[in-house]
């Protein structure tokens, strides 16, 4: 019962530097989701998927790229880290059947970028 | 833009204690309301889905109800436990994000032995 996983949990970057954070799921999910976590902001939609080979932009996509090439993985991708990309980062995923969307969280990535 | 508002930010209660957590959202047209826990350092653990034709949902302990048309959930936890000590979130998906959650900022319950 794997559900979401994410890799790494933990990173430790230097500013310009590059990263690809992975996560995968287990559930055959089509919808899949990037978020970010930071103290006093809740929650934060970076980018999302709606099915393999599909992505689009959250609320705050500046600096991070995404890609969605098989159904259960979707990457995500710091090209030159900054320390405001200090964070906790979350993927989910979810399967859309209209009240029955009910999503899944994978266990973080904590990112600090110095 | 759906705007999810948990209120109190924290709380802090005596063990046995039956306490209730507010959630509320500005655009009633919901599917349905999601309640998370989070652990300190840890993911989100899915607690209680209500669909937007229900009223209520229960697991164990918890009870999650919810208002459509004012705009309000609550999560009621019965005979608090020092083990009920987390970050509780509520949130709602977005149509219009590929139905991307949108979440309040969760409440902080510590419950003291």
């Known amino acids: 019962n794997a559900g979401v996983t994410q890799t790494p949990k933990f990173r430790v970057l230097k500013t310009g530097q590059s990263m690809t954070l992975l996560c995968a799921q287990d559930m055959n999910h089509e919808y899949m989701y990037w978020y970010r976590q930071d103290p006093g902001m809740g929650l934060r939609l970076i980018h999302y998927s709606v099915g393999e080979g599909t992505t689009a932009k959250g609320e705050v996509p500046d600096g991070y790229n995404v890609s969605r090439l098989k159904k259960q993985n979707f990457l995500l991708g710091l090209e030159s880290a900054a320390p405001s990309q200090t964070s906790v980062y979350f993927c989910?995923?979810?399967?859309?059947?209209?009240?029955?969307?009910?999503?899944?969280f994978g266990q973080g990535t904590r990112l600090t970028v110095v | 833009k759906q705007e999810v508002t948990q209120i109190p930010a924290a709380l802090s209660v005596p063990e046995g204690e039956n306490l209730v957590l507010n959630c509320s959202f500005t655009?009633?047209?919901?599917?349905?309301l999601q309640w998370f826990r989070q652990d300190p350092g840890k993911g989100l653990t899915s607690l209680l889905l209500i669909q937007s034709s229900q009223r209520e949902q229960t697991s164990g302990r918890l009870n999650a109800s919810l208002d459509k048309s004012s705009g309000r959930s609550t999560l009621y936890i019965a005979a608090s436990q020092p083990g009920d000590s987390a970050t509780y979130l509520c949130a709602v998906p977005n149509s219009n994000s590929g139905y991307a959650l949108n979440f309040g900022k969760g409440t902080s319950l510590l419950v003291t032995p």
């Open positions: 989910a995923s979810s399967q859309q059947q209209g009240w029955r969307t009910e999503a899944f």
């Open positions: 655009d009633s047209a919901i599917y349905n």
